[in-house]
T-cell receptor
Framework: QKEVEQDPGPLSVPEGAIVSLNCTYS??????FMWYRQYSRKGPELLMY????GNKEDGRFTAQVDKSSKYISLFIRDSQPSDSATYLC???????????FGAGTRLAVHP | GAVVSQHPSWVICKSGTSVKIECRSL??????MFWYRQFPKQSLMLMAT?????????EQGVEKDKFLINHASLTLSTLTVTSAHPEDSSFYIC????????????FGPGTRLTVT
């Protein structure tokens, strides 16, 4: 069993739709949860970061962490074609920089 | 914001040759850098942790004699793929921890290696 599970998609939605991306994990030591966006042939860029459980909102993006269920989500409201990318969840235990990534979900937002 | 660069961005080499990839932190110092490999449509897999002034720490299953890592200064780490084979063709990405935010890593743009 992988430490972090993420459905690779692809996920195709119309412009304006609400997108829900999810990851599950098995290591209860994880405390830092990140979502990265990666365009084709580019390095990942940090979108959202959450420490421990809770919600965080930034513009059209909302990240949720439920540590009791070992489940994290990223919601994208009013999706745009420019959101088309691969979204990677990543997490790590406290006080240690090693990041564990999910497989990444490929998202396509069509006009 | 802080930037991590990689050079080259794309390289083609013949089987049996060695290729060096550079990773630089441009406006901050990094005592630690990370090297990842990413196959098409797959996630990033950590290969090794590069430590300035000491030996790199390799993840299980990564051949340290094949993937040589040198962290010679606080802003430069290099990955050398020795005796490259076609199966080494991949996207190699480095990252460095943000100096003041423990949760964040800055990623380089990646280097695409094609071994013919």
């Amino acid at each position: 069993q992988k430490e972090v599970e993420q459905d690779p998609g692809p996920l195709s939605v119309p412009e304006g739709a609400i997108v829900s991306l999810n990851c599950t994990y098995s290591n209860s030591a994880f405390q830092y949860f990140m979502w990265y966006r990666q365009y084709s042939r580019k390095g990942p860029e940090l979108l959202m970061y959450t420490y421990s459980s809770g919600n965080k909102e930034d513009g059209r993006f909302t990240a949720q962490v439920d540590k009791s269920s070992k489940y994290i989500s990223l919601f994208i409201r009013d999706s745009q074609p420019s959101d088309s990318a691969t979204y990677l969840c990543a997490m790590r235990a406290g006080g240690y920089n090693k990041l564990i990534f999910g497989a990444g979900t490929r998202l396509a937002v069509h006009p | 914001g802080a930037v991590v660069s990689q050079h080259p961005s794309w390289v083609i080499c013949k089987s049996g040759t060695s290729v060096k990839i550079e990773c630089r932190s441009l406006d901050f110092q990094a005592t630690t850098m990370f090297w990842y490999r990413q196959f098409p449509k797959q996630s990033l897999m950590l290969m090794a942790t590069s430590n300035e002034g000491s030996k790199a720490t390799y993840e299980q299953g990564v051949e340290k004699d094949k993937f040589l890592i040198n962290h010679a200064s606080l802003t430069l780490s290099t990955l050398t793929v020795t005796s490259a084979h076609p199966e080494d063709s991949s996207f190699y990405i480095c990252s460095a921890p943000a100096p003041s935010q423990i949760y964040e890593q800055y990623f380089g743009p990646g280097t695409r290696l094609t071994v013919t």
